[in-house]
């Protein structure tokens, strides 16, 4: 790795910050740009961290404590927007988590729990609809979804189990937002129970 150091004199390359340490900048392989604080006693980042481009355009910032990631880590897209937004606590994931399309619309949230993706996450369309909720537990697709349209029509509500694995009784509906089909499925292995067309057994039998 080629340090670079930005100073005006050279006698100035490793002047200490007063509270934040010594300041450095480097350079990557790959011609980005790095800059951030590291303590001099344990030699451990700490403070404000910045991932540039060669132009100084900031691609992420963060903050360490005691060499991890404490707080907020936000990740930005080449335009300068901000594409991601994260929050951790000793250097694991642990709270909010989104994630935004270029023009700057949420494109999905969830929460990180113990470094782990945990409970509903919900995706959205760019014109902010909802495209999925679907429940996660230690990192996977693990309890009740639910899959709709642009203008916000139920199209499939059903569970997942270890994965995006269907399990259980699945339903599917028309564009129109009628019940289409029911299947029951077990470890994402489908079969049909009911159609419109089903004279056996009806839709609210299922529900």
Same mark, same amino acid.
Do not use: C, W
């Given at each position: 790795m080629k340090t670079k150091y930005i100073f005006i004199l050279a006698w100035s390359l490793f002047i200490p910050a007063c509270q934040d340490g010594q300041l450095v900048e480097e350079e990557l392989p790959s011609g980005l740009l790095v800059k951030y604080h590291v303590d001099q006693e344990t030699?451990?980042?700490?403070?404000?961290?910045?991932?540039?481009?060669?132009?100084?355009?900031?691609?992420?910032?963060?903050? $360490?404590?005691?060499?991890?990631?404490?707080?907020?880590?936000?990740?930005?897209?080449?335009?300068?927007?901000?594409?991601?937004v994260q929050l951790y606590d000793a250097g694991m994931l642990e709270g909010e988590y989104k994630g935004y399309y270029p023009s700057g619309e949420l494109k999905y949230e969830g929460t990180y729990v113990n470094n782990k993706m945990k409970g509903v996450w919900t995706y959205y369309y760019e014109s902010?609809?909802?495209?999925?909720?679907?429940?996660?537990e230690d990192n996977l697709e693990n309890g009740p979804f639910e899959?709709?349209?642009?203008?916000?029509?139920?199209?499939?509500?059903?569970?997942?189990?270890?994965?995006?694995?269907?399990?259980?009784?699945? $339903?599917?509906?028309s564009e129109e937002g009628e019940p289409q089909r029911v299947m029951d499925c077990k470890m994402g292995v489908c079969i049909t129970q009911w159609t419109p067309d089903s004279t056996e057994v009806n839709f609210n039998d299922f529900q």
């Open positions: 030699g451990e980042k700490e403070g404000e961290y910045l991932l540039m481009t060669p132009e100084g355009e900031i691609i992420e910032k963060s903050h $360490y404590v005691k060499g991890q990631l404490q707080g907020q880590r936000t990740i930005y897209t080449d335009s300068g927007t901000v594409e991601m902010g609809a909802i495209k999925e909720k679907v429940a996660f899959e709709y349209d642009p203008d916000g029509t139920l199209r499939a509500k059903g569970h997942y189990l270890e994965g995006d694995n269907e399990h259980g009784i699945l $339903y599917l509906y």
